[in-house]
């Protein structure tokens, strides 16, 4: 049947008309090109003046014309709204001002350069943030933007050019325009203009020829945007064939997986994962498994896994986080509870005589599709990974040693009073205590070290390491040996009724939660329920607005949050882009709270929800936001449901 043709099912007409549903939303064009130099400023101007001859209303927001006079010439004749002027380090930055756009509120904006990071202190990290609360406010975008500043295609340009790229743009947002124009010039050109001077100036020309400027580079990179304009043109059909009931192979989705680990190469994955599913038409999940291990994670750790999550976030991927101790045993069991068919992993630096978790996935998946992803394109970054201990992990050796030389010390002060057996037991304590607080590494260290030492101080002939008496000395590495493997065990066992306890508690706070909702009546209840079970989970202050016609309203808080002109703008901001926003986040990040939408479908919010934490950015780890947006969630779809079943009542 999966090969049958069929008509689109209601689900995906449904999806469709959420779509329409935003048309009061403005449209964004992008003009796209594989390298700088190929055009792309040059067309967008000519696509203005054609438009203001037709009579539509064109201004320019910000186009950078890089001094090139026959870009500049286009300028003419059309309006240039002033930018905005931000003053960083005693230099004159010139932004995208967003506000004197919206009150001009034009038919149609130029604003080049997507991919741009915006200066400290503006209301948006990027350019295309920008961009996007101008759609949002109705109006009508051309912008520009080359391949190698696509999100999912950092580390490919990366491999193709050594050039490592800073400034990216999310596929989800470029793959939504309603329309990419391709910008094309054969390599050959592109070279002349270069060596002509009209791509850089021309004391940069030559460092540029070097570093990117390539024939191979360049026929590498107009493939590449070859095939994302082929694909936005594709979903385009999809998207039309779906909406006009057409026949077609409506196949069911793949779903792909990718396993998530605190390190430098986890955004490389998330990429990986999402060109694959994107390629397949697959949904993605990306699943993080914490363990004991998280609790010792350093801040550069938890930056790799929350950026890495992040990423996942943008470019529309699911993100699922779970607890346990076996990470390949939890990733293995959740993507069979879910029906996920290919499975991505990094791929194995070095084998050795225990199987590598690669090993353990392809012998334990059965009937899914394992993935491995070479990792390793950055050599600063691999050599930075490659340090064999973590500080902790240091420190836990030497608390190891000095565990071994304390019962050293006592054994040799009561050497005199004390039989083989009774030191024994001396050596014993530290070795269990090791065990069980520092972990395997310093514990085995800990037992070799006290082997040696025992054999050295404590057995005949003394002060040498050779064994007389082999009775004696097995019967000391039995003891031990065994003393500590309990040891381990039963910190492995506390561990993971630790992270099991942990989880549970969310768990159980999400089921009262929706076992509470379930017999409400009111709004006024669904608000309260909200508040108490959010402050019951974190340490914050809140806020919740709803939509109430067309303006949100304050209907409930708690009592330390203060209501100020920021709290009602950034509010505002998220009602209308439909993100979180604010405090921990790109948006707003000067805001001093976190916010956060309360939606009841993909695309429709009736209201925000938002959280002072004090400053406290560490509430804000993935897991966490994941908890919150539930909550959210599942508020925003009892309140409608109450709002429906009020109004079939009235009327």
């Known amino acids: 049947m999966a090969d049958e043709d069929v008509r689109p099912s209601p689900e995906e007409l449904l999806e469709i008309a959420n779509k329409e549903e935003t048309s009061k939303r403005g449209k964004l064009t992008i003009y796209f090109g594989a390298a700088p130099g190929v055009g792309k400023t040059y067309s967008m101007l000519n696509d203005a003046h054609a438009r203001k001859s037709e009579g539509i209303d064109v201004v320019i927001g910000y186009v950078e014309t890089h001094k090139r006079p026959e870009t500049e010439a286009l300028l003419e004749g059309l309006e240039i709204i002033p930018p905005l002027i931000i003053d960083y380090k005693g230099i004159k930055l010139q932004e995208v001002d967003i506000e004197k756009i919206k009150e001009r509120k034009p038919q149609i904006v130029l604003i080049d350069e997507l991919a741009h990071s915006n200066a400290p202190g503006t209301k948006n990290m990027k350019r295309y943030q920008d961009v996007e609360e101008i759609l949002n406010a109705g109006i009508d975008v051309y912008t520009a933007m080359n391949v190698q500043h696509l999100e999912s295609l950092k580390d490919v340009v990366f491999q193709i050019t050594n050039v490592k ?106 990429r990986a994962t999402y ?209 500590v493997i309990i040891s381990i065990l039963a910190s492995q066992l506390r561990k993971g009724i630790f992270l099991l306890k942990e989880s549970e508690s969310k768990s159980n706070a999400l089921y009262e939660f929706s076992r509470d909702l379930a017999t409400v009546e009111s709004v006024d209840n669904v608000l309260s329920l909200m508040v108490n079970h959010i402050k019951r989970l974190f340490d914050c202050e809140m806020a919740i607005f709803l939509l109430e016609g067309e303006e949100l309203s304050i209907v409930a808080k708690t009592e330390n949050f203060e209501i100020n002109a920021e709290s009602s703008g950034i509010a505002s901001w998220v009602l209308i882009n439909k993100k979180p926003a604010g405090f921990g986040t790109e948006m707003i990040s000067s805001a001093k709270a976190f916010c ?42 009892t309140i409608e449901r109450i709002k429906n079943i009020t109004n079939k009542i009235n009327a």
Do not use: C
Request: glycine share 6%; hydrophobic share 45%.
């Open 165 to 270: 790229v800073h400034e990216t743009v999310p596929d989800k947002f470029v793959m939504e325009a309603n329309e990419i124009k391709l910008v094309d010039l054969p390599p050959e050109e592109l070279l002349k203009r270069l060596q002509d001077g009209k791509v850089y100036v021309k004391d940069m020309a030559e460092q540029a020829v070097n570093k990117f400027f390539r024939p191979g580079n360049l026929l590498a990179l107009r493939q590449l945007a070859l095939r994302i304009v082929a694909d936005n043109v594709d979903e385009k059909m999809r998207n039309y064939m779906k909406a006009h009931a057409i026949a077609g192979p409506w196949v069911t989705k793949e779903r792909v997986l990718v396993g998530i680990f605190a390190s430098p190469y986890a955004e490389r994955l998330v």
């Open 275 to 483: 060109r694959l599913a994107t390629e397949l038409g697959a949904e993605w999940i990306a699943l993080h498994v914490e363990t004991e291990k998280n609790q010792d994670f350093s801040a550069q750790e938890n930056k790799w896994l929350n950026d890495a999550l992040e990423l996942a976030r943008s470019l529309d991927g699911w993100v699922a986080w779970v607890k346990g101790n076996d990470v390949t045993r939890e990733i293995i069991n959740y993507a069979k509870s879910h029906n996920v068919n290919k499975i991505i992993i990094g791929k194995p630096k070095k084998t050795g005589l225990f199987h590598a978790i690669s090993d353990r996935f392809i012998f334990e998946a059965k009937g899914i599709d394992i993935y491995m992803i070479e990792t390793q394109t950055d050599t600063k970054s691999s050599e930075q990974s490659k340090h064999p201990f973590r500080i902790h992990g240091f420190l836990n050796y030497l608390l190891g040693i000095g565990g071994v030389m304390l019962a050293t010390g006592i054994s040799l002060l009561l050497r005199n009073y004390l039989t083989g057996f009774d030191m024994m037991f001396i050596f014993l304590i530290p070795l269990m205590l090791t065990a069980l607080y520092l972990g395997m590494g310093a514990s085995i260290f800990a037992i070799l070290l006290s082997i040696l030492t025992y054999d050295y101080l404590f057995t005949y002939p003394y002060f040498s390491f050779e064994i007389s008496d082999f009775n004696h000395l097995i019967s000391f590495i039995v003891y031990t040996s065994t003393v």
């Open 596 to 637: 956060l939408p309360m939606m009841t479908s993909k695309d429709k919010v009736i209201g925000v929800i938002e959280l002072d934490f004090m400053g406290n950015k560490q509430i804000l780890t993935m897991e966490n936001i994941v908890v919150l947006e539930t909550i959210s969630h599942i508020g925003a779809m």
